[in-house]
């Protein structure tokens, strides 16, 4: 056996140039093909039936099976008119940082190597760029579900008395905490991996701007004290998933403070509106933050995935996740040096070198070059939501805070415009032309449009609105001709 390297390196690396290069390529190209097309059911029915492989097959026939099963059917978030969630488009840069890090398969769980040190220069940029301390601590994850999970344990093991917590569990402690009824649903579902239970966050309405209540939070605070509750946490939202819309950062760190609760705040996106400077203040407060949590790989565009989160007041991380076990014994010099590792700072021992393709797009496009990137995309919004409300068709269902456009059709011919516009948001996906998606918005469901795309442009929101049009006026003539047969049947 000798071992798995290729026999023949050359063979291997014009097989490696070709897919490079055509990858490349189409990337260069996305915008000419569908955003989306639905996967045939017979590479569908390959999958479900492919045996487990005994014997290997050559790069080459895997390539091909790529390029035909796997390349022509994917979610479509690289394409300027994908839509429907706030997902970063990826860039060539990415792709190849990701390809190096890849080719060093470094294990960034813990001891000294140059990997380590780049992600700790990532997260002291992170530090800055939203204003927390530079001895602030953090960690690259998958994304803001696992980064808003660790901020809610750090938060738990730190206000309750985490050494014990640790060892005992919460037992009978009555801890609650706060979210607007828009929070992400991972927020939720972190109280319930933590062992808090889903009902131990309270959901705070909203206000007409869609942002959290404080008022009605205060309120539930106060209820929840006098029945013997024990609040220990407020997650404000920086860009909700429905509409954009920014909770009252800084009222609600004021009210953290004077209630002694840990402030801590999802970013998922909005987080990068602290790089363009003309939207920048409308996140004032969050440098304020116990916790933050955000995603490199939505407006930043960097490829999946990367996630980040970022607390503030040093050895809160480590008094949440740290442990002292033999094979993880810390030196003061050799491999095993370089203390603190990052596995003391979240669950994963294992870890990517996802800092290697944050690097590349900090320093290779700077912030200023990032920041306006979501300039760009919330000017496309403000005039997608401008065209809405001057369309006797179309009706604007939220207020547009970023780059989140929430709108439907309206016609007096259907009756049940929910169905409707569900048609329509479906229509429009399957066409390969555009793809926005779905959300309630106030009872009724809302086309959902999110721009995020750094590929993305105005002549893509004329597309986007355009071939809207003309497929509600295929629906509607299906309404009338329906409507039609029956009237005829009735006489």
Known sequence: MAGLDPEDWEE???????MLDEMLENIRHVSQGPVWQPMPASVRDAFKTAPLPDAGQELGDLYQQFTTMVQPYAVGNRHPRFMGWVHGGGTAQGMLADML???????????????????????????????????????????????????????????VDGQDMRLHGIGGRRLVGYAGESAHGCVARAFDMAGLGEHALRRVPLNAACQMDTVALEQLIAQDRADGFEPFLVVGTAGTVDTGSIDPLNALADLAGREGLWFHVDGAFGALARLAPDLAPLLAGLERADSLAFDFHKW????????????????????????????????????????????????????????????????????????????????????????????????????????????????????????LNGELVKDLQVSGIVAPSTTRIGGVLAIRVALVNHRTTETDVTILLDTLHSFMEVRLAQVRMMKLVEEQMQA
């Open 101 to 159: 890090a890849a080719g060093l398969n470094a294990n960034l769980g813990g001891r000294d190597h140059a990997p380590v040190e780049v992600e700790r220069m990532v997260v002291r940029w992170a530090a800055e760029m939203f204003g927390f301390p530079p001895d602030a601590t953090g960690v690259l994850v998958t994304g803001s579900s696992m980064a808003n999970f660790i901020a809610i344990l750090t938060a738990t093991r730190n206000v």
């Open 300 to 419: 930043a565009q960097v490829p999946y995935d990367a996630g980040c989160v970022l607390v503030r007041e040093p050895g809160r991380q480590a008094a949440a996740f740290a442990q002292s076990l033999a094979y993880l014994s810390r030196e003061d010099r050799g491999l095993a040096a370089g203390a603190p590792w990052f596995c003391d700072l979240g669950p994963d021992l294992s870890r990517g070198f996802r800092a290697l393709k944050v690097w590349f797009a900090l320093a290779g496009f700077g912030t200023d070059r990032l920041g306006q990137v979501v300039t760009q995309s919330c000017a496309l919004a403000r005039g997608l939501a401008g065209q809405v409300q001057t369309s006797v068709h179309l009706q604007l269902l939220a207020p547009v805070t970023l780059n989140v456009v929430c709108f439907r059709v309206v016609t007096p011919e259907v009756e049940d415009l929910d169905w």
């Open 12 to 18: 291997l690396k014009a097989q490696g140039h070709q």
